[in-house]
């Protein structure tokens, strides 16, 4: 992948997916009318301060908007990540990706990933060349991130904003203001200072290098829908998911992933079908903690996961073809 070894060198493979990051709009103070404009290699060079730190090597592995990316883009992603990691000169990956789904993708590659190197993934909130763009900033802060030592063995980090967070526990929480990416109530991992990573925790539950999921195993991802509780809901869309062929129906429930009258029979009805129900919550931040009435309906808890993780996970237990309660161990430990 690099050519010329250089020993003093970190050597950081940066893979571009698109995103805000990788953007342009045609009037610099506009932050919601843009395209996906820029290569990776215009990415490297617009922050040649990133060279500075490491011998960089990019590779476009697609260039869209996040909201765009599908379960087959995911997979192929986490294939040449994990292709570049297994390269033994290279010791840390950079990814650059749209806020919107960042989240999803980092949880993905945290459980697929069987690595102790940093793997880092970034975004931005304004595109570059936009007045006050965050991008340059945040993509210099990610290789620093990728090349500091204390980095490895922490699973997919994610920074914005000078923020370094652990992949699960990162959000997008605001539609367009600039600290757009936070962490949950758990808490951040640590702070870029002085060109290098800083971190005062490191992320317990299962990942990367201790996790079963394996990008190798896995051939397609089963269909795994999301449903959106509320007042007066009716089982229906139960009944369309399961008819499409779902797997999995997680509910963003209410409070504790409290079902409506509409999601408790449409729970039933999953159970019927054979399809694995999966209580989230709606509101934001938070445990979903077990309910006695869960037994019965075979229902899985999603814990602190918000519902687009929970999907994730879902996703890659009943593709390594885990029951109802290997899949309740797998949301209890990742
Ligand atoms: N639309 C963008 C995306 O690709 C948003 C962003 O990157 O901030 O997710």
Redesign the pocket.
């Known amino acids: 992948m690099f050519e010329e070894r250089s020993k003093s060198r970190p050597r950081v493979v940066v893979v571009g997916t698109?995103?805000?990051?990788a953007s342009s709009a045609t009037v610099s103070t506009d932050f919601h009318n843009y395209d996906v404009s820029d290569s990776i290699e215009q990415i490297l060079a617009a922050v040649p301060e990133a060279a500075e730190l490491a011998d960089l090597c990019g590779v476009q592995a697609v260039n869209i908007?996040?909201?765009r990316i599908d379960n087959s883009i995911l997979l192929s992603l986490a294939r040449r990540v994990s292709e570049a990691l297994d390269d033994p000169g290279t010791d840390g990956v950079v990814i650059t990706h749209?806020?919107?789904?960042l989240e999803e993708t980092a949880y993905f590659l945290h459980l697929v990933l069987r690595t102790t190197k940093p793997v880092v993934v970034v975004?931005?909130?304004r595109p570059a060349r936009s007045l006050s763009s965050d991008g340059a900033l945040n993509f210099f802060n990610a290789v620093a991130t990728a090349t500091t030592q204390s980095s490895r063995g922490k699973g997919v980090l994610v920074v914005a904003n000078g923020h370094i967070y652990g992949a699960r526990d990162v959000m997008k929480r605001d539609t367009s203001s600039i600290d757009a990416i936070q962490g949950s109530k758990f808490g951040i991992l640590g702070e870029v200072r002085e060109h290098a990573a800083q971190f005062f925790h490191s992320p317990v539950q299962r990942h990367t290098a201790s996790s079963e999921f394996e990008i190798n195993r896995l051939q397609e991802l089963p269909q795994v829908d999301i449903l959106f509780d509320h007042q007066a809901a009716g089982t229906h869309l139960c009944r369309a998911s399961v008819e499409a062929g779902s797997k999995a129906i997680v509910v963003a429930g209410m409070g504790n992933g409290s079902l409506s009258p509409g999601l408790r029979k449409g729970a039933a009805l999953a159970r019927d079908a054979g399809v694995i129900f999966i209580r989230a919550s709606r509101s934001g931040q938070g445990i979903v903690a077990p309910l006695h009435s869960d037994a019965e309906l075979g229902i899985i808890t999603a814990g602190s996961l918000p519902p687009q993780k929970a999907r994730i996970l879902a996703m890659l237990g009943i593709a390594h073809a885990k029951d109802i309660e290997q899949l309740q161990r797998a949301f209890d430990s990742y």
Not at 18 to 21: A, L, R
Not at 98 to 101: L, P
């Open positions: 698109g995103g805000t990051i908007s996040s909201h749209g806020t919107d789904t975004g931005a909130m």
